[in-house]
């Protein structure tokens, strides 16, 4: 599994970079001239490039951003864990239903 870390860190930086930016505009630019001139196939092999290249990084990005939050909140955690004013209940929150945070945040608004 630490290869999909690897591959997953790698191309989700390679995506937030110009160079993916300039792939997006050239596949952009491609399929919108040959709409213009009619091909058909090139149409439909942009088309099919860009919904590949969505389909492939939906899942990286998501991997990526799921592994920072966990992350982020094991921080939190440990934050919450020295800091004698802070409420212990609040450890661990995220791994709770919505209606349940819903509820820790209409508490804290009362002041419970």
């Not at 997953?8 to 300039?22: C, E, I, K, R, Y």
């Not at 990084?57 to 802070?86: C, F, M, S, V, Y």
């Given at each position: ?43 439909v ?8 290249v ?59």
């Amino acid at each position: 599994m630490r290869w999909f870390e690897r591959f997953s860190t790698t191309s989700a930086n390679f995506a937030g970079q110009p160079p993916m930016l300039g792939v997006a505009i050239l596949l952009s630019a491609i399929g919108a001239i040959s709409y213009v001139v009619g091909n058909e196939h090139i149409v439909v092999g942009v088309a099919l490039a860009i919904s590949a290249v969505t389909l492939i990084l939906l899942p990286i990005l998501q991997a990526t951003q799921n592994r920072d939050g966990a992350a982020l909140h094991a921080k939190l955690d440990e934050l919450l864990k020295i800091h004698h004013a802070a409420r212990d209940n609040l450890i661990g929150v995220e791994k709770r239903s919505s209606d349940e945070i819903e509820q820790v945040r209409r508490d804290e608004e009362r002041g419970e």
